[in-house]
């Protein structure tokens, strides 16, 4: 459930949504796309309500969706050719080259396919008109390593160098640092930070000592407190101190901290 949550995206964006499960990520996505009505507030896309959409405008999103909404009694080509109808952008060379490199079966049905297959399928329907907002919810879930390595260096070369704004959903961290420039950390229903990776991971640190040192540190510095593990480690951001009282020590926190913090 979401709670009073304002979130504003920017053009060519990637932020990398990250929260543990039940705290609102696919809610958040779906509300964003006008899948699920909020019970209050609104939510625009492009200046317009999300859940009234017009064509043109729909014809500029991609979604990788959390489950596969594929049409289970068509194959592979008639999916393509089904949805082509819809972008006037499709790219049918790329979508070709995507088939044969993922190795996606043409003829079978997509019922009969593997998870991943059916999820490589999803990701290709998704970047077959390259669209300008591209919303991928835990999109390499069901991918061995190899192929989300091929996924995200085709999102990075073919997807974030031309611009596009990203949201991409996933609790795969590796993956997230491969591709995000910004992270959100969904807790509660709330973004509890968004900031840029590069920023967070240069003025985030842990303040380690004990207890009553870390605390009365903490509080006299000015600096965001972010939180803590426990009673002799807190996680601040801002710069890094040039001297440290003795017996409090500074170190450099990974995404991995963070998101057990944060979430």
Same mark, same amino acid.
């Given at each position: 459930?979401?709670?009073?949550?304002?979130?504003?995206?920017?053009?060519?964006?990637?932020v990398g949504?990250l929260?543990?499960?039940g705290?609102g990520k696919?809610t958040?996505?779906?509300?964003l796309?006008?899948?699920? !009505? %909020?019970?209050?507030g609104h939510?625009? #896309?492009?200046? +317009?309500?999300a859940h009234?959409?017009?064509?043109? $405008?729909?014809?500029?999103i991609?979604?990788?969706p959390q489950?596969?909404?594929l049409?289970?009694?068509?194959?592979?080509?008639?999916?393509l050719?089904y949805?082509?109808?819809?972008?006037?952008?499709?790219?049918?060379?790329?979508?070709?080259?995507?088939?044969?490199?993922?190795?996606v079966?043409r003829?079978?049905?997509?019922?009969?396919?593997?998870?991943g297959?059916?999820?490589?399928?999803?990701?290709?329907?998704a970047?077959?008109h390259?669209?300008?907002l591209?919303?991928?919810d835990?999109?390499?879930a069901?991918? !061995? %390593?190899?192929a989300r390595?091929?996924f #995200?260096?085709? +999102?990075?070369?073919?997807?974030?160098?031309?611009? $596009?704004?990203?949201?991409?959903?996933?609790?795969?961290?590796?993956?997230?640092?491969?591709?995000?420039?910004?992270?959100?950390?969904l807790?509660?229903?709330?973004?509890?930070?968004?900031a840029?990776?590069?920023e967070?991971?240069e003025?985030?640190?842990?303040?380690?000592?004990?207890?009553q040192?870390?605390?009365?540190?903490?509080?006299?510095?000015?600096?965001?407190?972010?939180g803590?593990k426990?009673?002799?480690?807190?996680?601040?951001?801002g710069?890094?101190?040039?001297?440290?009282?003795?017996?409090?020590?500074?170190?450099?926190?990974?995404?991995e901290d963070?998101?057990?913090? +944060?979430?």
């Amino acid at each position: 459930m979401l709670k009073g949550l304002d979130w504003h995206l920017q053009a060519g964006q990637v932020v990398g949504l990250l929260g543990r499960n039940g705290a609102g990520k696919t809610t958040l996505i779906e509300t964003l796309l006008g899948l699920r !009505d %909020p019970q209050a507030g609104h939510a625009l #896309l492009y200046g +317009l309500p999300a859940h009234a959409l017009d064509d043109a $405008t729909r014809a500029r999103i991609g979604y990788v969706p959390q489950q596969s909404d594929l049409f289970e009694n068509l194959t592979t080509e008639q999916l393509l050719d089904y949805f082509r109808s819809f972008y006037p952008r499709w790219n049918a060379a790329k979508v070709e080259q995507l088939l044969q490199r993922w190795e996606v079966p043409r003829q079978q049905l997509i019922g009969k396919m593997s998870g991943g297959q059916q999820q490589r399928l999803s990701i290709i329907r998704a970047l077959a008109h390259e669209p300008d907002l591209l919303v991928l919810d835990e999109p390499v879930a069901s991918l !061995d %390593p190899l192929a989300r390595r091929d996924f #995200l260096r085709e +999102l990075v070369e073919q997807v974030v160098e031309r611009g $596009t704004t990203v949201v991409f959903s996933t609790h795969i961290l590796s993956d997230l640092e491969r591709v995000a420039l910004e992270v959100a950390f969904l807790k509660n229903g709330r973004i509890a930070l968004q900031a840029p990776l590069d920023e967070l991971r240069e003025q985030t640190w842990q303040l380690s000592g004990p207890a009553q040192a870390v605390e009365a540190f903490a509080a006299t510095q000015g600096l965001l407190r972010l939180g803590q593990k426990d009673a002799t480690r807190v996680l601040l951001r801002g710069n890094w101190p040039e001297t440290l009282p003795a017996g409090l020590f500074a170190e450099a926190v990974s995404l991995e901290d963070l998101f057990e913090v +944060l979430t």
